[in-house]
């Protein structure tokens, strides 16, 4: 079958793919209903066995998260290095939300909560995995699908299992929705920052020159934190939350700013540590505390990444269609999986719009496309 030929065949599983998708969304699972995910794992272990693959539930080790499945699919050549897939399970949404975001195909847009972010994808990557099955062709590498139960929670529980499964590949597909019809090679890292300043409390009218006002401090220091931000290396800082002080009458003794700074690689993470870690005090006898939090570390545009993307550039023509790149400012499990130095292709999932706004939706007449392309990449890496 040519390629021309597969986009068809696709084509013609419109209907079974739009009633499996269907059959996942209307599962609400966010993500801290344990229950809810755990119900979403056990219909996709139940297809995975259908394919021939086999499953494995790793705990997640807390009440309130649901457990990951990992799905394995063998190879033509046991030896190589599988392929990873990530797609994940919970969504923002709570539960009934369906009877005001009821899942729904207007025109071209299929809607419903999850249908982007990312229930879509994971229909897509079962149905990739059919149509390799019922057509007879085989994947040269092991496929491993890693299905999380908590990637709208920072991923907390489920890194872990991320980087041994990383650990183990030769490359990793993120099927999150794209920009549009791109694929993203690059995505911004996520450091958090609390920066609390302490000075010495005295009385505000009493003994005004023997306190040392921690608010401000506070203050000139956000003043120049808040220059950091550099729109030509993609680094933004943003002083998010402060809170400080007791009483008006009271000179402050302590206060403290939360920052979100958003970072495009690995050379500006460093950078803006030692920035914000280096601050010394403006006023005399003022101490400062820096917390640093890495949340997600960049997915920067290596040459892994690049070929990777090459190589489903090149795939996508063949199969009839232009593929663009983009980069983005939201974070995946990519960011993770590419700052252990795999190669990650992201924004493999289906085309739409709308990941956690009532609008949410995927577009009909591009699931063929983007699911050949899968099946191509599976085959092919």
């Not at 998708?21 to 229950?35: A, F, G, M, N």
């Not at 005001?100 to 999850?114: A, S």
């Not at 990739?128 to 990637?151: M, Q, W, Y």
Request: net charge negative; aromatic share 4%.
């Amino acid at each position: 079958m040519n390629n021309n030929g597969l986009i068809k065949y696709i084509a013609g599983l419109e209907p079974e793919i739009i009633s499996f998708l269907k059959e996942i969304v209307e599962i609400e699972s966010p993500t801290y209903d344990r229950d809810a995910v755990n119900e979403v794992a056990a219909l996709l272990t139940k297809r995975v066995h259908e394919l021939g693959g086999i499953t494995e539930v790793i705990p997640s080790g807390t009440e309130d998260r649901g457990d990951h499945l990992v799905a394995r699919f063998g190879g033509s050549n046991p030896t190589l290095k599988p392929i990873l897939v990530i797609a994940h399970m919970d969504t923002v949404w709570k539960k009934g939300t369906l009877q005001e975001m009821p899942f729904k195909i207007e025109g071209n847009k299929i809607y419903g909560p999850g249908t982007f972010d990312m229930k879509g994808a994971i229909a897509f990557i079962l149905t990739a995995l059919k149509v390799i099955k019922d057509l007879g062709r085989r994947t040269k590498r092991p496929v491993t699908c890693l299905f999380n139960s908590d990637e709208e929670m920072n991923s907390a529980t489920s890194r872990e299992i991320i980087r041994i499964e990383a650990d183990k590949a030769d490359s990793v597909l993120i099927l999150e929705g794209g920009v549009g019809e791109a694929v993203i090679t690059a995505r911004k890292g996520i450091m958090y920052f609390k920066l609390t300043a302490k000075g010495k409390s005295s009385h505000a009218g009493m003994d005004h020159e023997k306190g040392i006002n921690a608010i401000e401090e506070l203050a000139h220091q956000i003043v120049e934190i808040q220059k950091l931000t550099n729109y030509d290396t993609g680094t933004t800082v943003s002083s998010g939350i402060v809170h400080g002080g007791t009483r008006t009458n009271v000179i402050p003794a302590e206060a403290a700013v939360e920052i979100d700074a958003r970072v495009a690689n690995q050379g500006e993470v460093e950078k803006l540590k030692q920035e914000i870690e280096g601050r010394k005090p403006v006023l005399p006898g003022a101490v400062l505390d820096v917390y640093t939090l890495i949340k997600r570390p960049p997915l920067d545009r290596t040459e892994g990444v690049a070929k990777l993307y090459r190589k489903a550039k090149q795939l996508a023509e063949e199969l009839g269609y232009p593929l663009p790149e983009a980069s983005t400012g939201a974070i995946s499990d990519g960011n993770l999986t590419a700052a252990q130095g795999v190669p990650t292709l992201d924004g493999l999932g289906p085309v739409g719009d709308g990941a956690h706004a009532v609008y949410e939706h995927i577009l009909k007449d591009k699931m063929a496309e983007r699911i050949a392309l899968l099946v191509r990449l599976l085959e092919e890496l």
